[in-house]
T-cell receptor, first 115, second 114 residues
Framework: AQTVTQSQPEMSVQEAETVTLSCTYD???????LFWYKQPPSRQMILVIR??????QNATENRFSVNFQKAAKSFSLKISDSQLGDAAMYFC????????????FGGGTRLMVKP | EPEVTQTPSHQVTQMGQEVILRCVPI?????FYWYRQILGQKVEFLVS????????KSEIFDDQFSVERPDGSNFTLKIRSTKLEDSAMYFC????????????FGPGTRLTVL
């Protein structure tokens, strides 16, 4: 069974600084997708960034980037120039490619942004 | 921008009662999902639905649960006889295609079982 682990229940960052959220996963599959979802207090899940495992290049979306280490099964999220609106729960998630369509989520990291 | 909607936003029910949670996926999407998040815990997959049938379900999705697409727009989750432990946020999601697609989530329905 696939598992996703987020070892940091809470993180805090000063506004305008950079923070990295950790995620590791366990799988025997070689083709899969990894995602970071943001869940603000409104509770709606919003996709932040996506990475295909077959791509060596790390995904980037504006201030958000990932460090994908396939051999180490690690998928960390870096948020640059943190803003107050970044404060939320962040969930790492995994999905097998071309077989099944369920997302497996990690336990989440609560990010606090200090003004 | 198209979005997934869910109703009601909050449902309070007595233990043993039946509840139906409703979702309207994005109109051209073909794959539909239900997830659950017990307060303070991780989001858990319940079921996926495609072409009018369940394509995958988790251990949580037992005989008390059922899903239906009663018309061309709604996607429902029914819990036949609610238990206290069914209290959770229930999220509906949809995708246009299967492979690699972002699952678009609705805002969730908070179910409280008393």
């Amino acid at each position: 069974a696939q598992t996703v682990t987020q070892s940091q229940p809470e993180m805090s960052v000063q506004e305008a600084e950079t923070v990295t959220l950790s995620c590791t996963y366990d799988t025997s599959e070689s083709d899969y997708y990894l995602f970071w979802y943001k869940q603000p207090p409104s509770r709606q899940m919003i996709l932040v960034i996506r990475q295909e495992a077959y791509k060596q290049q790390n995904a980037t979306e504006n201030r958000f980037s990932v460090n994908f280490q396939k051999a180490a099964k690690s998928f960390s999220l870096k948020i640059s120039d943190s803003q107050l609106g970044d404060a939320a729960m962040y969930f790492c998630a995994y999905r097998i490619m071309n077989a099944g369509n369920m997302l497996t989520f990690g336990g989440g990291t609560r990010l606090m942004v200090k003004p | 921008e198209p979005e997934v909607t869910q109703t009601p936003s909050h449902q309070v029910t007595q233990m043993g009662q039946e509840v139906i949670l409703r979702c309207v996926p994005i109109s051209n999407h073909l794959y539909f999902y239900w997830y659950r998040q017990i307060l303070g815990q991780k989001v858990e997959f319940l079921v996926s639905f495609y072409n009018n049938e369940i394509s995958e379900k988790s251990e949580i999705f037992d005989d008390q649960f059922s899903v239906e697409r009663p018309d061309g727009s709604n996607f429902t989750l029914k819990i036949r006889s609610t238990k206290l432990e069914d209290s959770a946020m229930y999220f509906c999601a949809s995708t246009e295609r299967l492979a690699g697609e972002e699952q678009f989530f609705g805002p969730g329905t908070r179910l409280t079982v008393l």
